[in-house]
């Protein structure tokens, strides 16, 4: 085998089956090098994808025989779920042009447009499949981050995480997560990646600042800081320059500059109304800000801007409309997230509670440039540095399309932002391409309740929903790849602590008086509102280092991770795979868990009963209730 030239090994690995290739890996380096083969892993993840599914289901109702397809046909015309016209056309088996009179041509004809148009990535994205296999198949879990204890309090109570933001490196990594608490403090985790010379950072709290840092209140007034920390509920309330290491916190109407190294406070500034969002902060862009009402530059270059005590001239002429100073005035209230345009930095979106996007130029600031109009209230805004595909060139529902206009739109340039929305109750994950393209919206398959947050994840578009579900979904926005239930992972106990876990792909089942799918402890019902990628997608190429020389450094597979943010201020890393996403040891888990004394696990198991022993009850109930409210509908 060692004789052989790799085309040939390469060949015979198409072959195998995918757990013989993993084992293969561990051989040599030179096997580990051809078994994580891009072609090789970009093939397995599109034999289990949707556009082959549907390019295999083709072929077979093709080959069926006239009777079965008249059986069919009458099947379809049945009264059933609200389908498409090009899926009724499918399941009818309407006649397609083929490309070629040879059945054989005709199947790889079919198969290299299926995969054509499947393939996530871009020509000059480098996109790495073995990744991609890893994070569509693996098991999911989430290892929470140990927040601190409440002080001066004899219960296991813990701190609540009020927002969070990450502290990159020079190529864009996340290596701290830095997060306000409800006490008015700050904390700094260190996420860092583990490679072949280096353990990572573990998920490790590295710092904390005193309580009351942002709120002005003494250390010992928590209740104070709390409802004031927690007031506004903005998620977008925190944003970090990587440069300059500031990071800038917004509590009600203030916007504090903290500088992160020394974690004291630098600034402070006021503003008429309590702030909704912030965007994100770079040296040479000034911050933007958004309240209830109004749009805001905050440029802390500006020397009249950097005082730490509040100007009372500076708040008379915002709430004043006829003076000079620079801010937008907003017809409606609640924006809710603010995206910068990285293809064409002068660019400002802003969206909230409102029903379209607005769309401001910093050179012409602070006048409306354009709207796009949505139609839904969205809560989160992400950008793809990569241009949207129109539905019009989908090579499967449109045959008579040509694979050289996909091709063409493909290299063409171009950004994608991704909405995450409610629209008339339901969750709508919409596309928007820049410029202007035909927006993608859907408003069927998304989530039965509204979405959260929404980012790009490796070559799949990730998001969140208010039944706590974490979706994937292909950059089509649409071909559904996973779901994992964020309440099938939540820690036992308040505060978290690295390791909790749970299975990936499946939806929970649907309990108790609210429909929650939570089937975990009683009472817990988390979502997530927001996720940031550990490795975010860029316009520069986008892919695992797993491949490096030797002599290099290599970062671990399975390190593109997700920091989430939950509604109940928890913190975790969501990760594939069969380890802890932190990298914890496995002997400090058992230690931890011998360590219990006997007395506090006799304690939680029978706290553990009675909550499912209420919650079996409440569920009986539920049903009881369901039941005779509809005995009248038979009257």
């Known amino acids: 085998m060692d ?33 994580r083969d891009n072609a090789l892993w970009k093939t397995e993840c599109f034999e289990d994808s949707r556009a082959e599914s549907l390019r295999r289901r083709d072929m077979l109702l093709g080959m069926q025989d006239a009777r079965i397809a008249e059986l069919r046909n009458a099947v379809t015309a049945l009264p059933g779920p609200d389908l498409t016209a090009w899926d009724v056309s499918q399941l009818r088996g309407s ?13 790889r004809i079919q198969r290299a447009r299926a995969l054509a148009n499947w393939e996530p990535g871009y020509p000059d994205e480098r996109l790495d499949y073995y990744d991609e296999y890893v994070h569509r198949h693996a098991p999911v879990k989430v290892a929470w981050l140990d927040l601190p204890k409440a002080q001066a309090s004899d219960k296991e109570e813990y701190r609540e995480a009020t927002g969070c933001a990450t502290l990159d490196d020079e190529d864009g990594n996340v290596n701290h997560l830095v997060a306000p608490l409800d006490d008015g403090s700050i904390c700094i985790w260190d996420v860092s990646d583990r490679s072949t010379s280096i353990a990572g950072g573990r998920g490790r709290l590295t710092a904390q600042s005193r309580p009351g840092l942002l709120t002005g209140m003494p250390p010992e007034d928590t209740s104070q800081s709390h409802i004031m920390m927690t007031e506004i509920g903005a998620v977008e309330c925190v944003s970090i320059d990587n440069t300059t290491k500031r990071g800038y916190f917004a509590v009600q109407r203030s916007l504090h500059e903290v500088d992160i190294n020394t974690l004291q406070l630098v600034s402070t500034k006021h503003y008429p109304w309590p702030i909704t969002a912030l965007s994100e902060a770079k040296p040479t862009i000034p911050l933007t800000i958004g309240t209830n009402w109004t749009i805001h530059l905050h440029d802390p270059r500006d020397s009249a801007l950097t005082s730490p005590h509040p100007n009372n001239a500076t708040t008379t002429s915002l709430l004043n409309p006829s003076t000079t100073s620079s801010h937008a005035t907003l017809a409606q209230p609640g924006p809710l997230s603010i995206l910068h345009d990285s293809s064409n930095p002068p660019s400002i979106w802003l969206a909230g509670r409102f029903t379209s996007l ?3 130029d910093r050179r012409a600031f602070p006048r409306l440039l354009s709207t796009l109009h949505s139609g839904a209230r969205i809560a989160a805004l992400a950008s793809l540095p990569y241009p949207l595909i129109p539905q019009s060139l989908d090579l499967l529902r449109h ?26 109750g339901k969750g709508s994950l919409e596309l928007y391409g820049l410029p202007r393209v035909q927006p993608y919206q859907n408003r069927q398959t998304a989530s039965a309740s509204k979405l959260l947050a929404v980012a790009p994840h490796g070559g799949r578009i990730v998001f969140s929903d208010g039944d706590g579900n974490v979706k994937w979904v292909e950059r089509d926005g649409f071909s559904h790849v996973r779901t994992f239930n964020i309440n099938e992972a939540l820690p036992l106990g308040g505060g978290g602590g690295g390791g909790g876990a749970g299975a990936g792909g499946k939806d929970a089942g649907v309990h108790g008086i609210w429909g929650s799918t939570a089937d975990g402890m009683p009472g817990q019902g988390d979502i997530v509102q927001k996720i940031t990628p550990m490795h975010p997608v860029s316009a520069s190429g986008t892919g695992s280092t797993s491949g490096m020389g030797a002599g290099q450094q290599r970062q671990d597979v399975n390190q593109s991770n997700l920091l989430l943010w939950t509604g109940d201020g928890r913190l975790g890393v969501l990760g594939f795979g069969p380890g802890n996403p932190l990298g ?19 304690k939680g198991d029978a706290e553990r009963q009675y909550g499912m022993a209420m919650r079996r009850a409440l569920e009986r109930n539920a049903d009881e209730v369901r039941f005779v409210r509809g005995l009248g509908m038979l009257m």
Not at 95 to 107: G, K, L, V, Y
Not at 584 to 602: C, F, I, K
């Open 358 to 360: 607005l769309h401001y």
């Open 399 to 424: 045959p008579e399309t040509g694979l050289s206009a996909l091709v063409a739109a493909r290299s063409a340039l171009g950004t994608t932002i991704l909405a995450a929305a409610e629209y008339k």
């Open 95 to 107: 006649s397609q042009p083929r490309a070629s009179n040879d059945p054989a041509a005709e199947a």
């Open 584 to 602: 914890e040891d496995q002997w400090r888990e058992e230690v931890g868990v011998a360590a219990e004394s006997t007395e506090q696990r006799a």
């Open 3 to 35: 004789r052989l030239p790799e085309e040939v090994i390469l060949h015979i690995l198409g072959f195998l089956n995918v757990p013989d290739i993993v084992h293969l890996q561990a051989v040599s380096s030179r096997y580990l090098a051809l078994g």
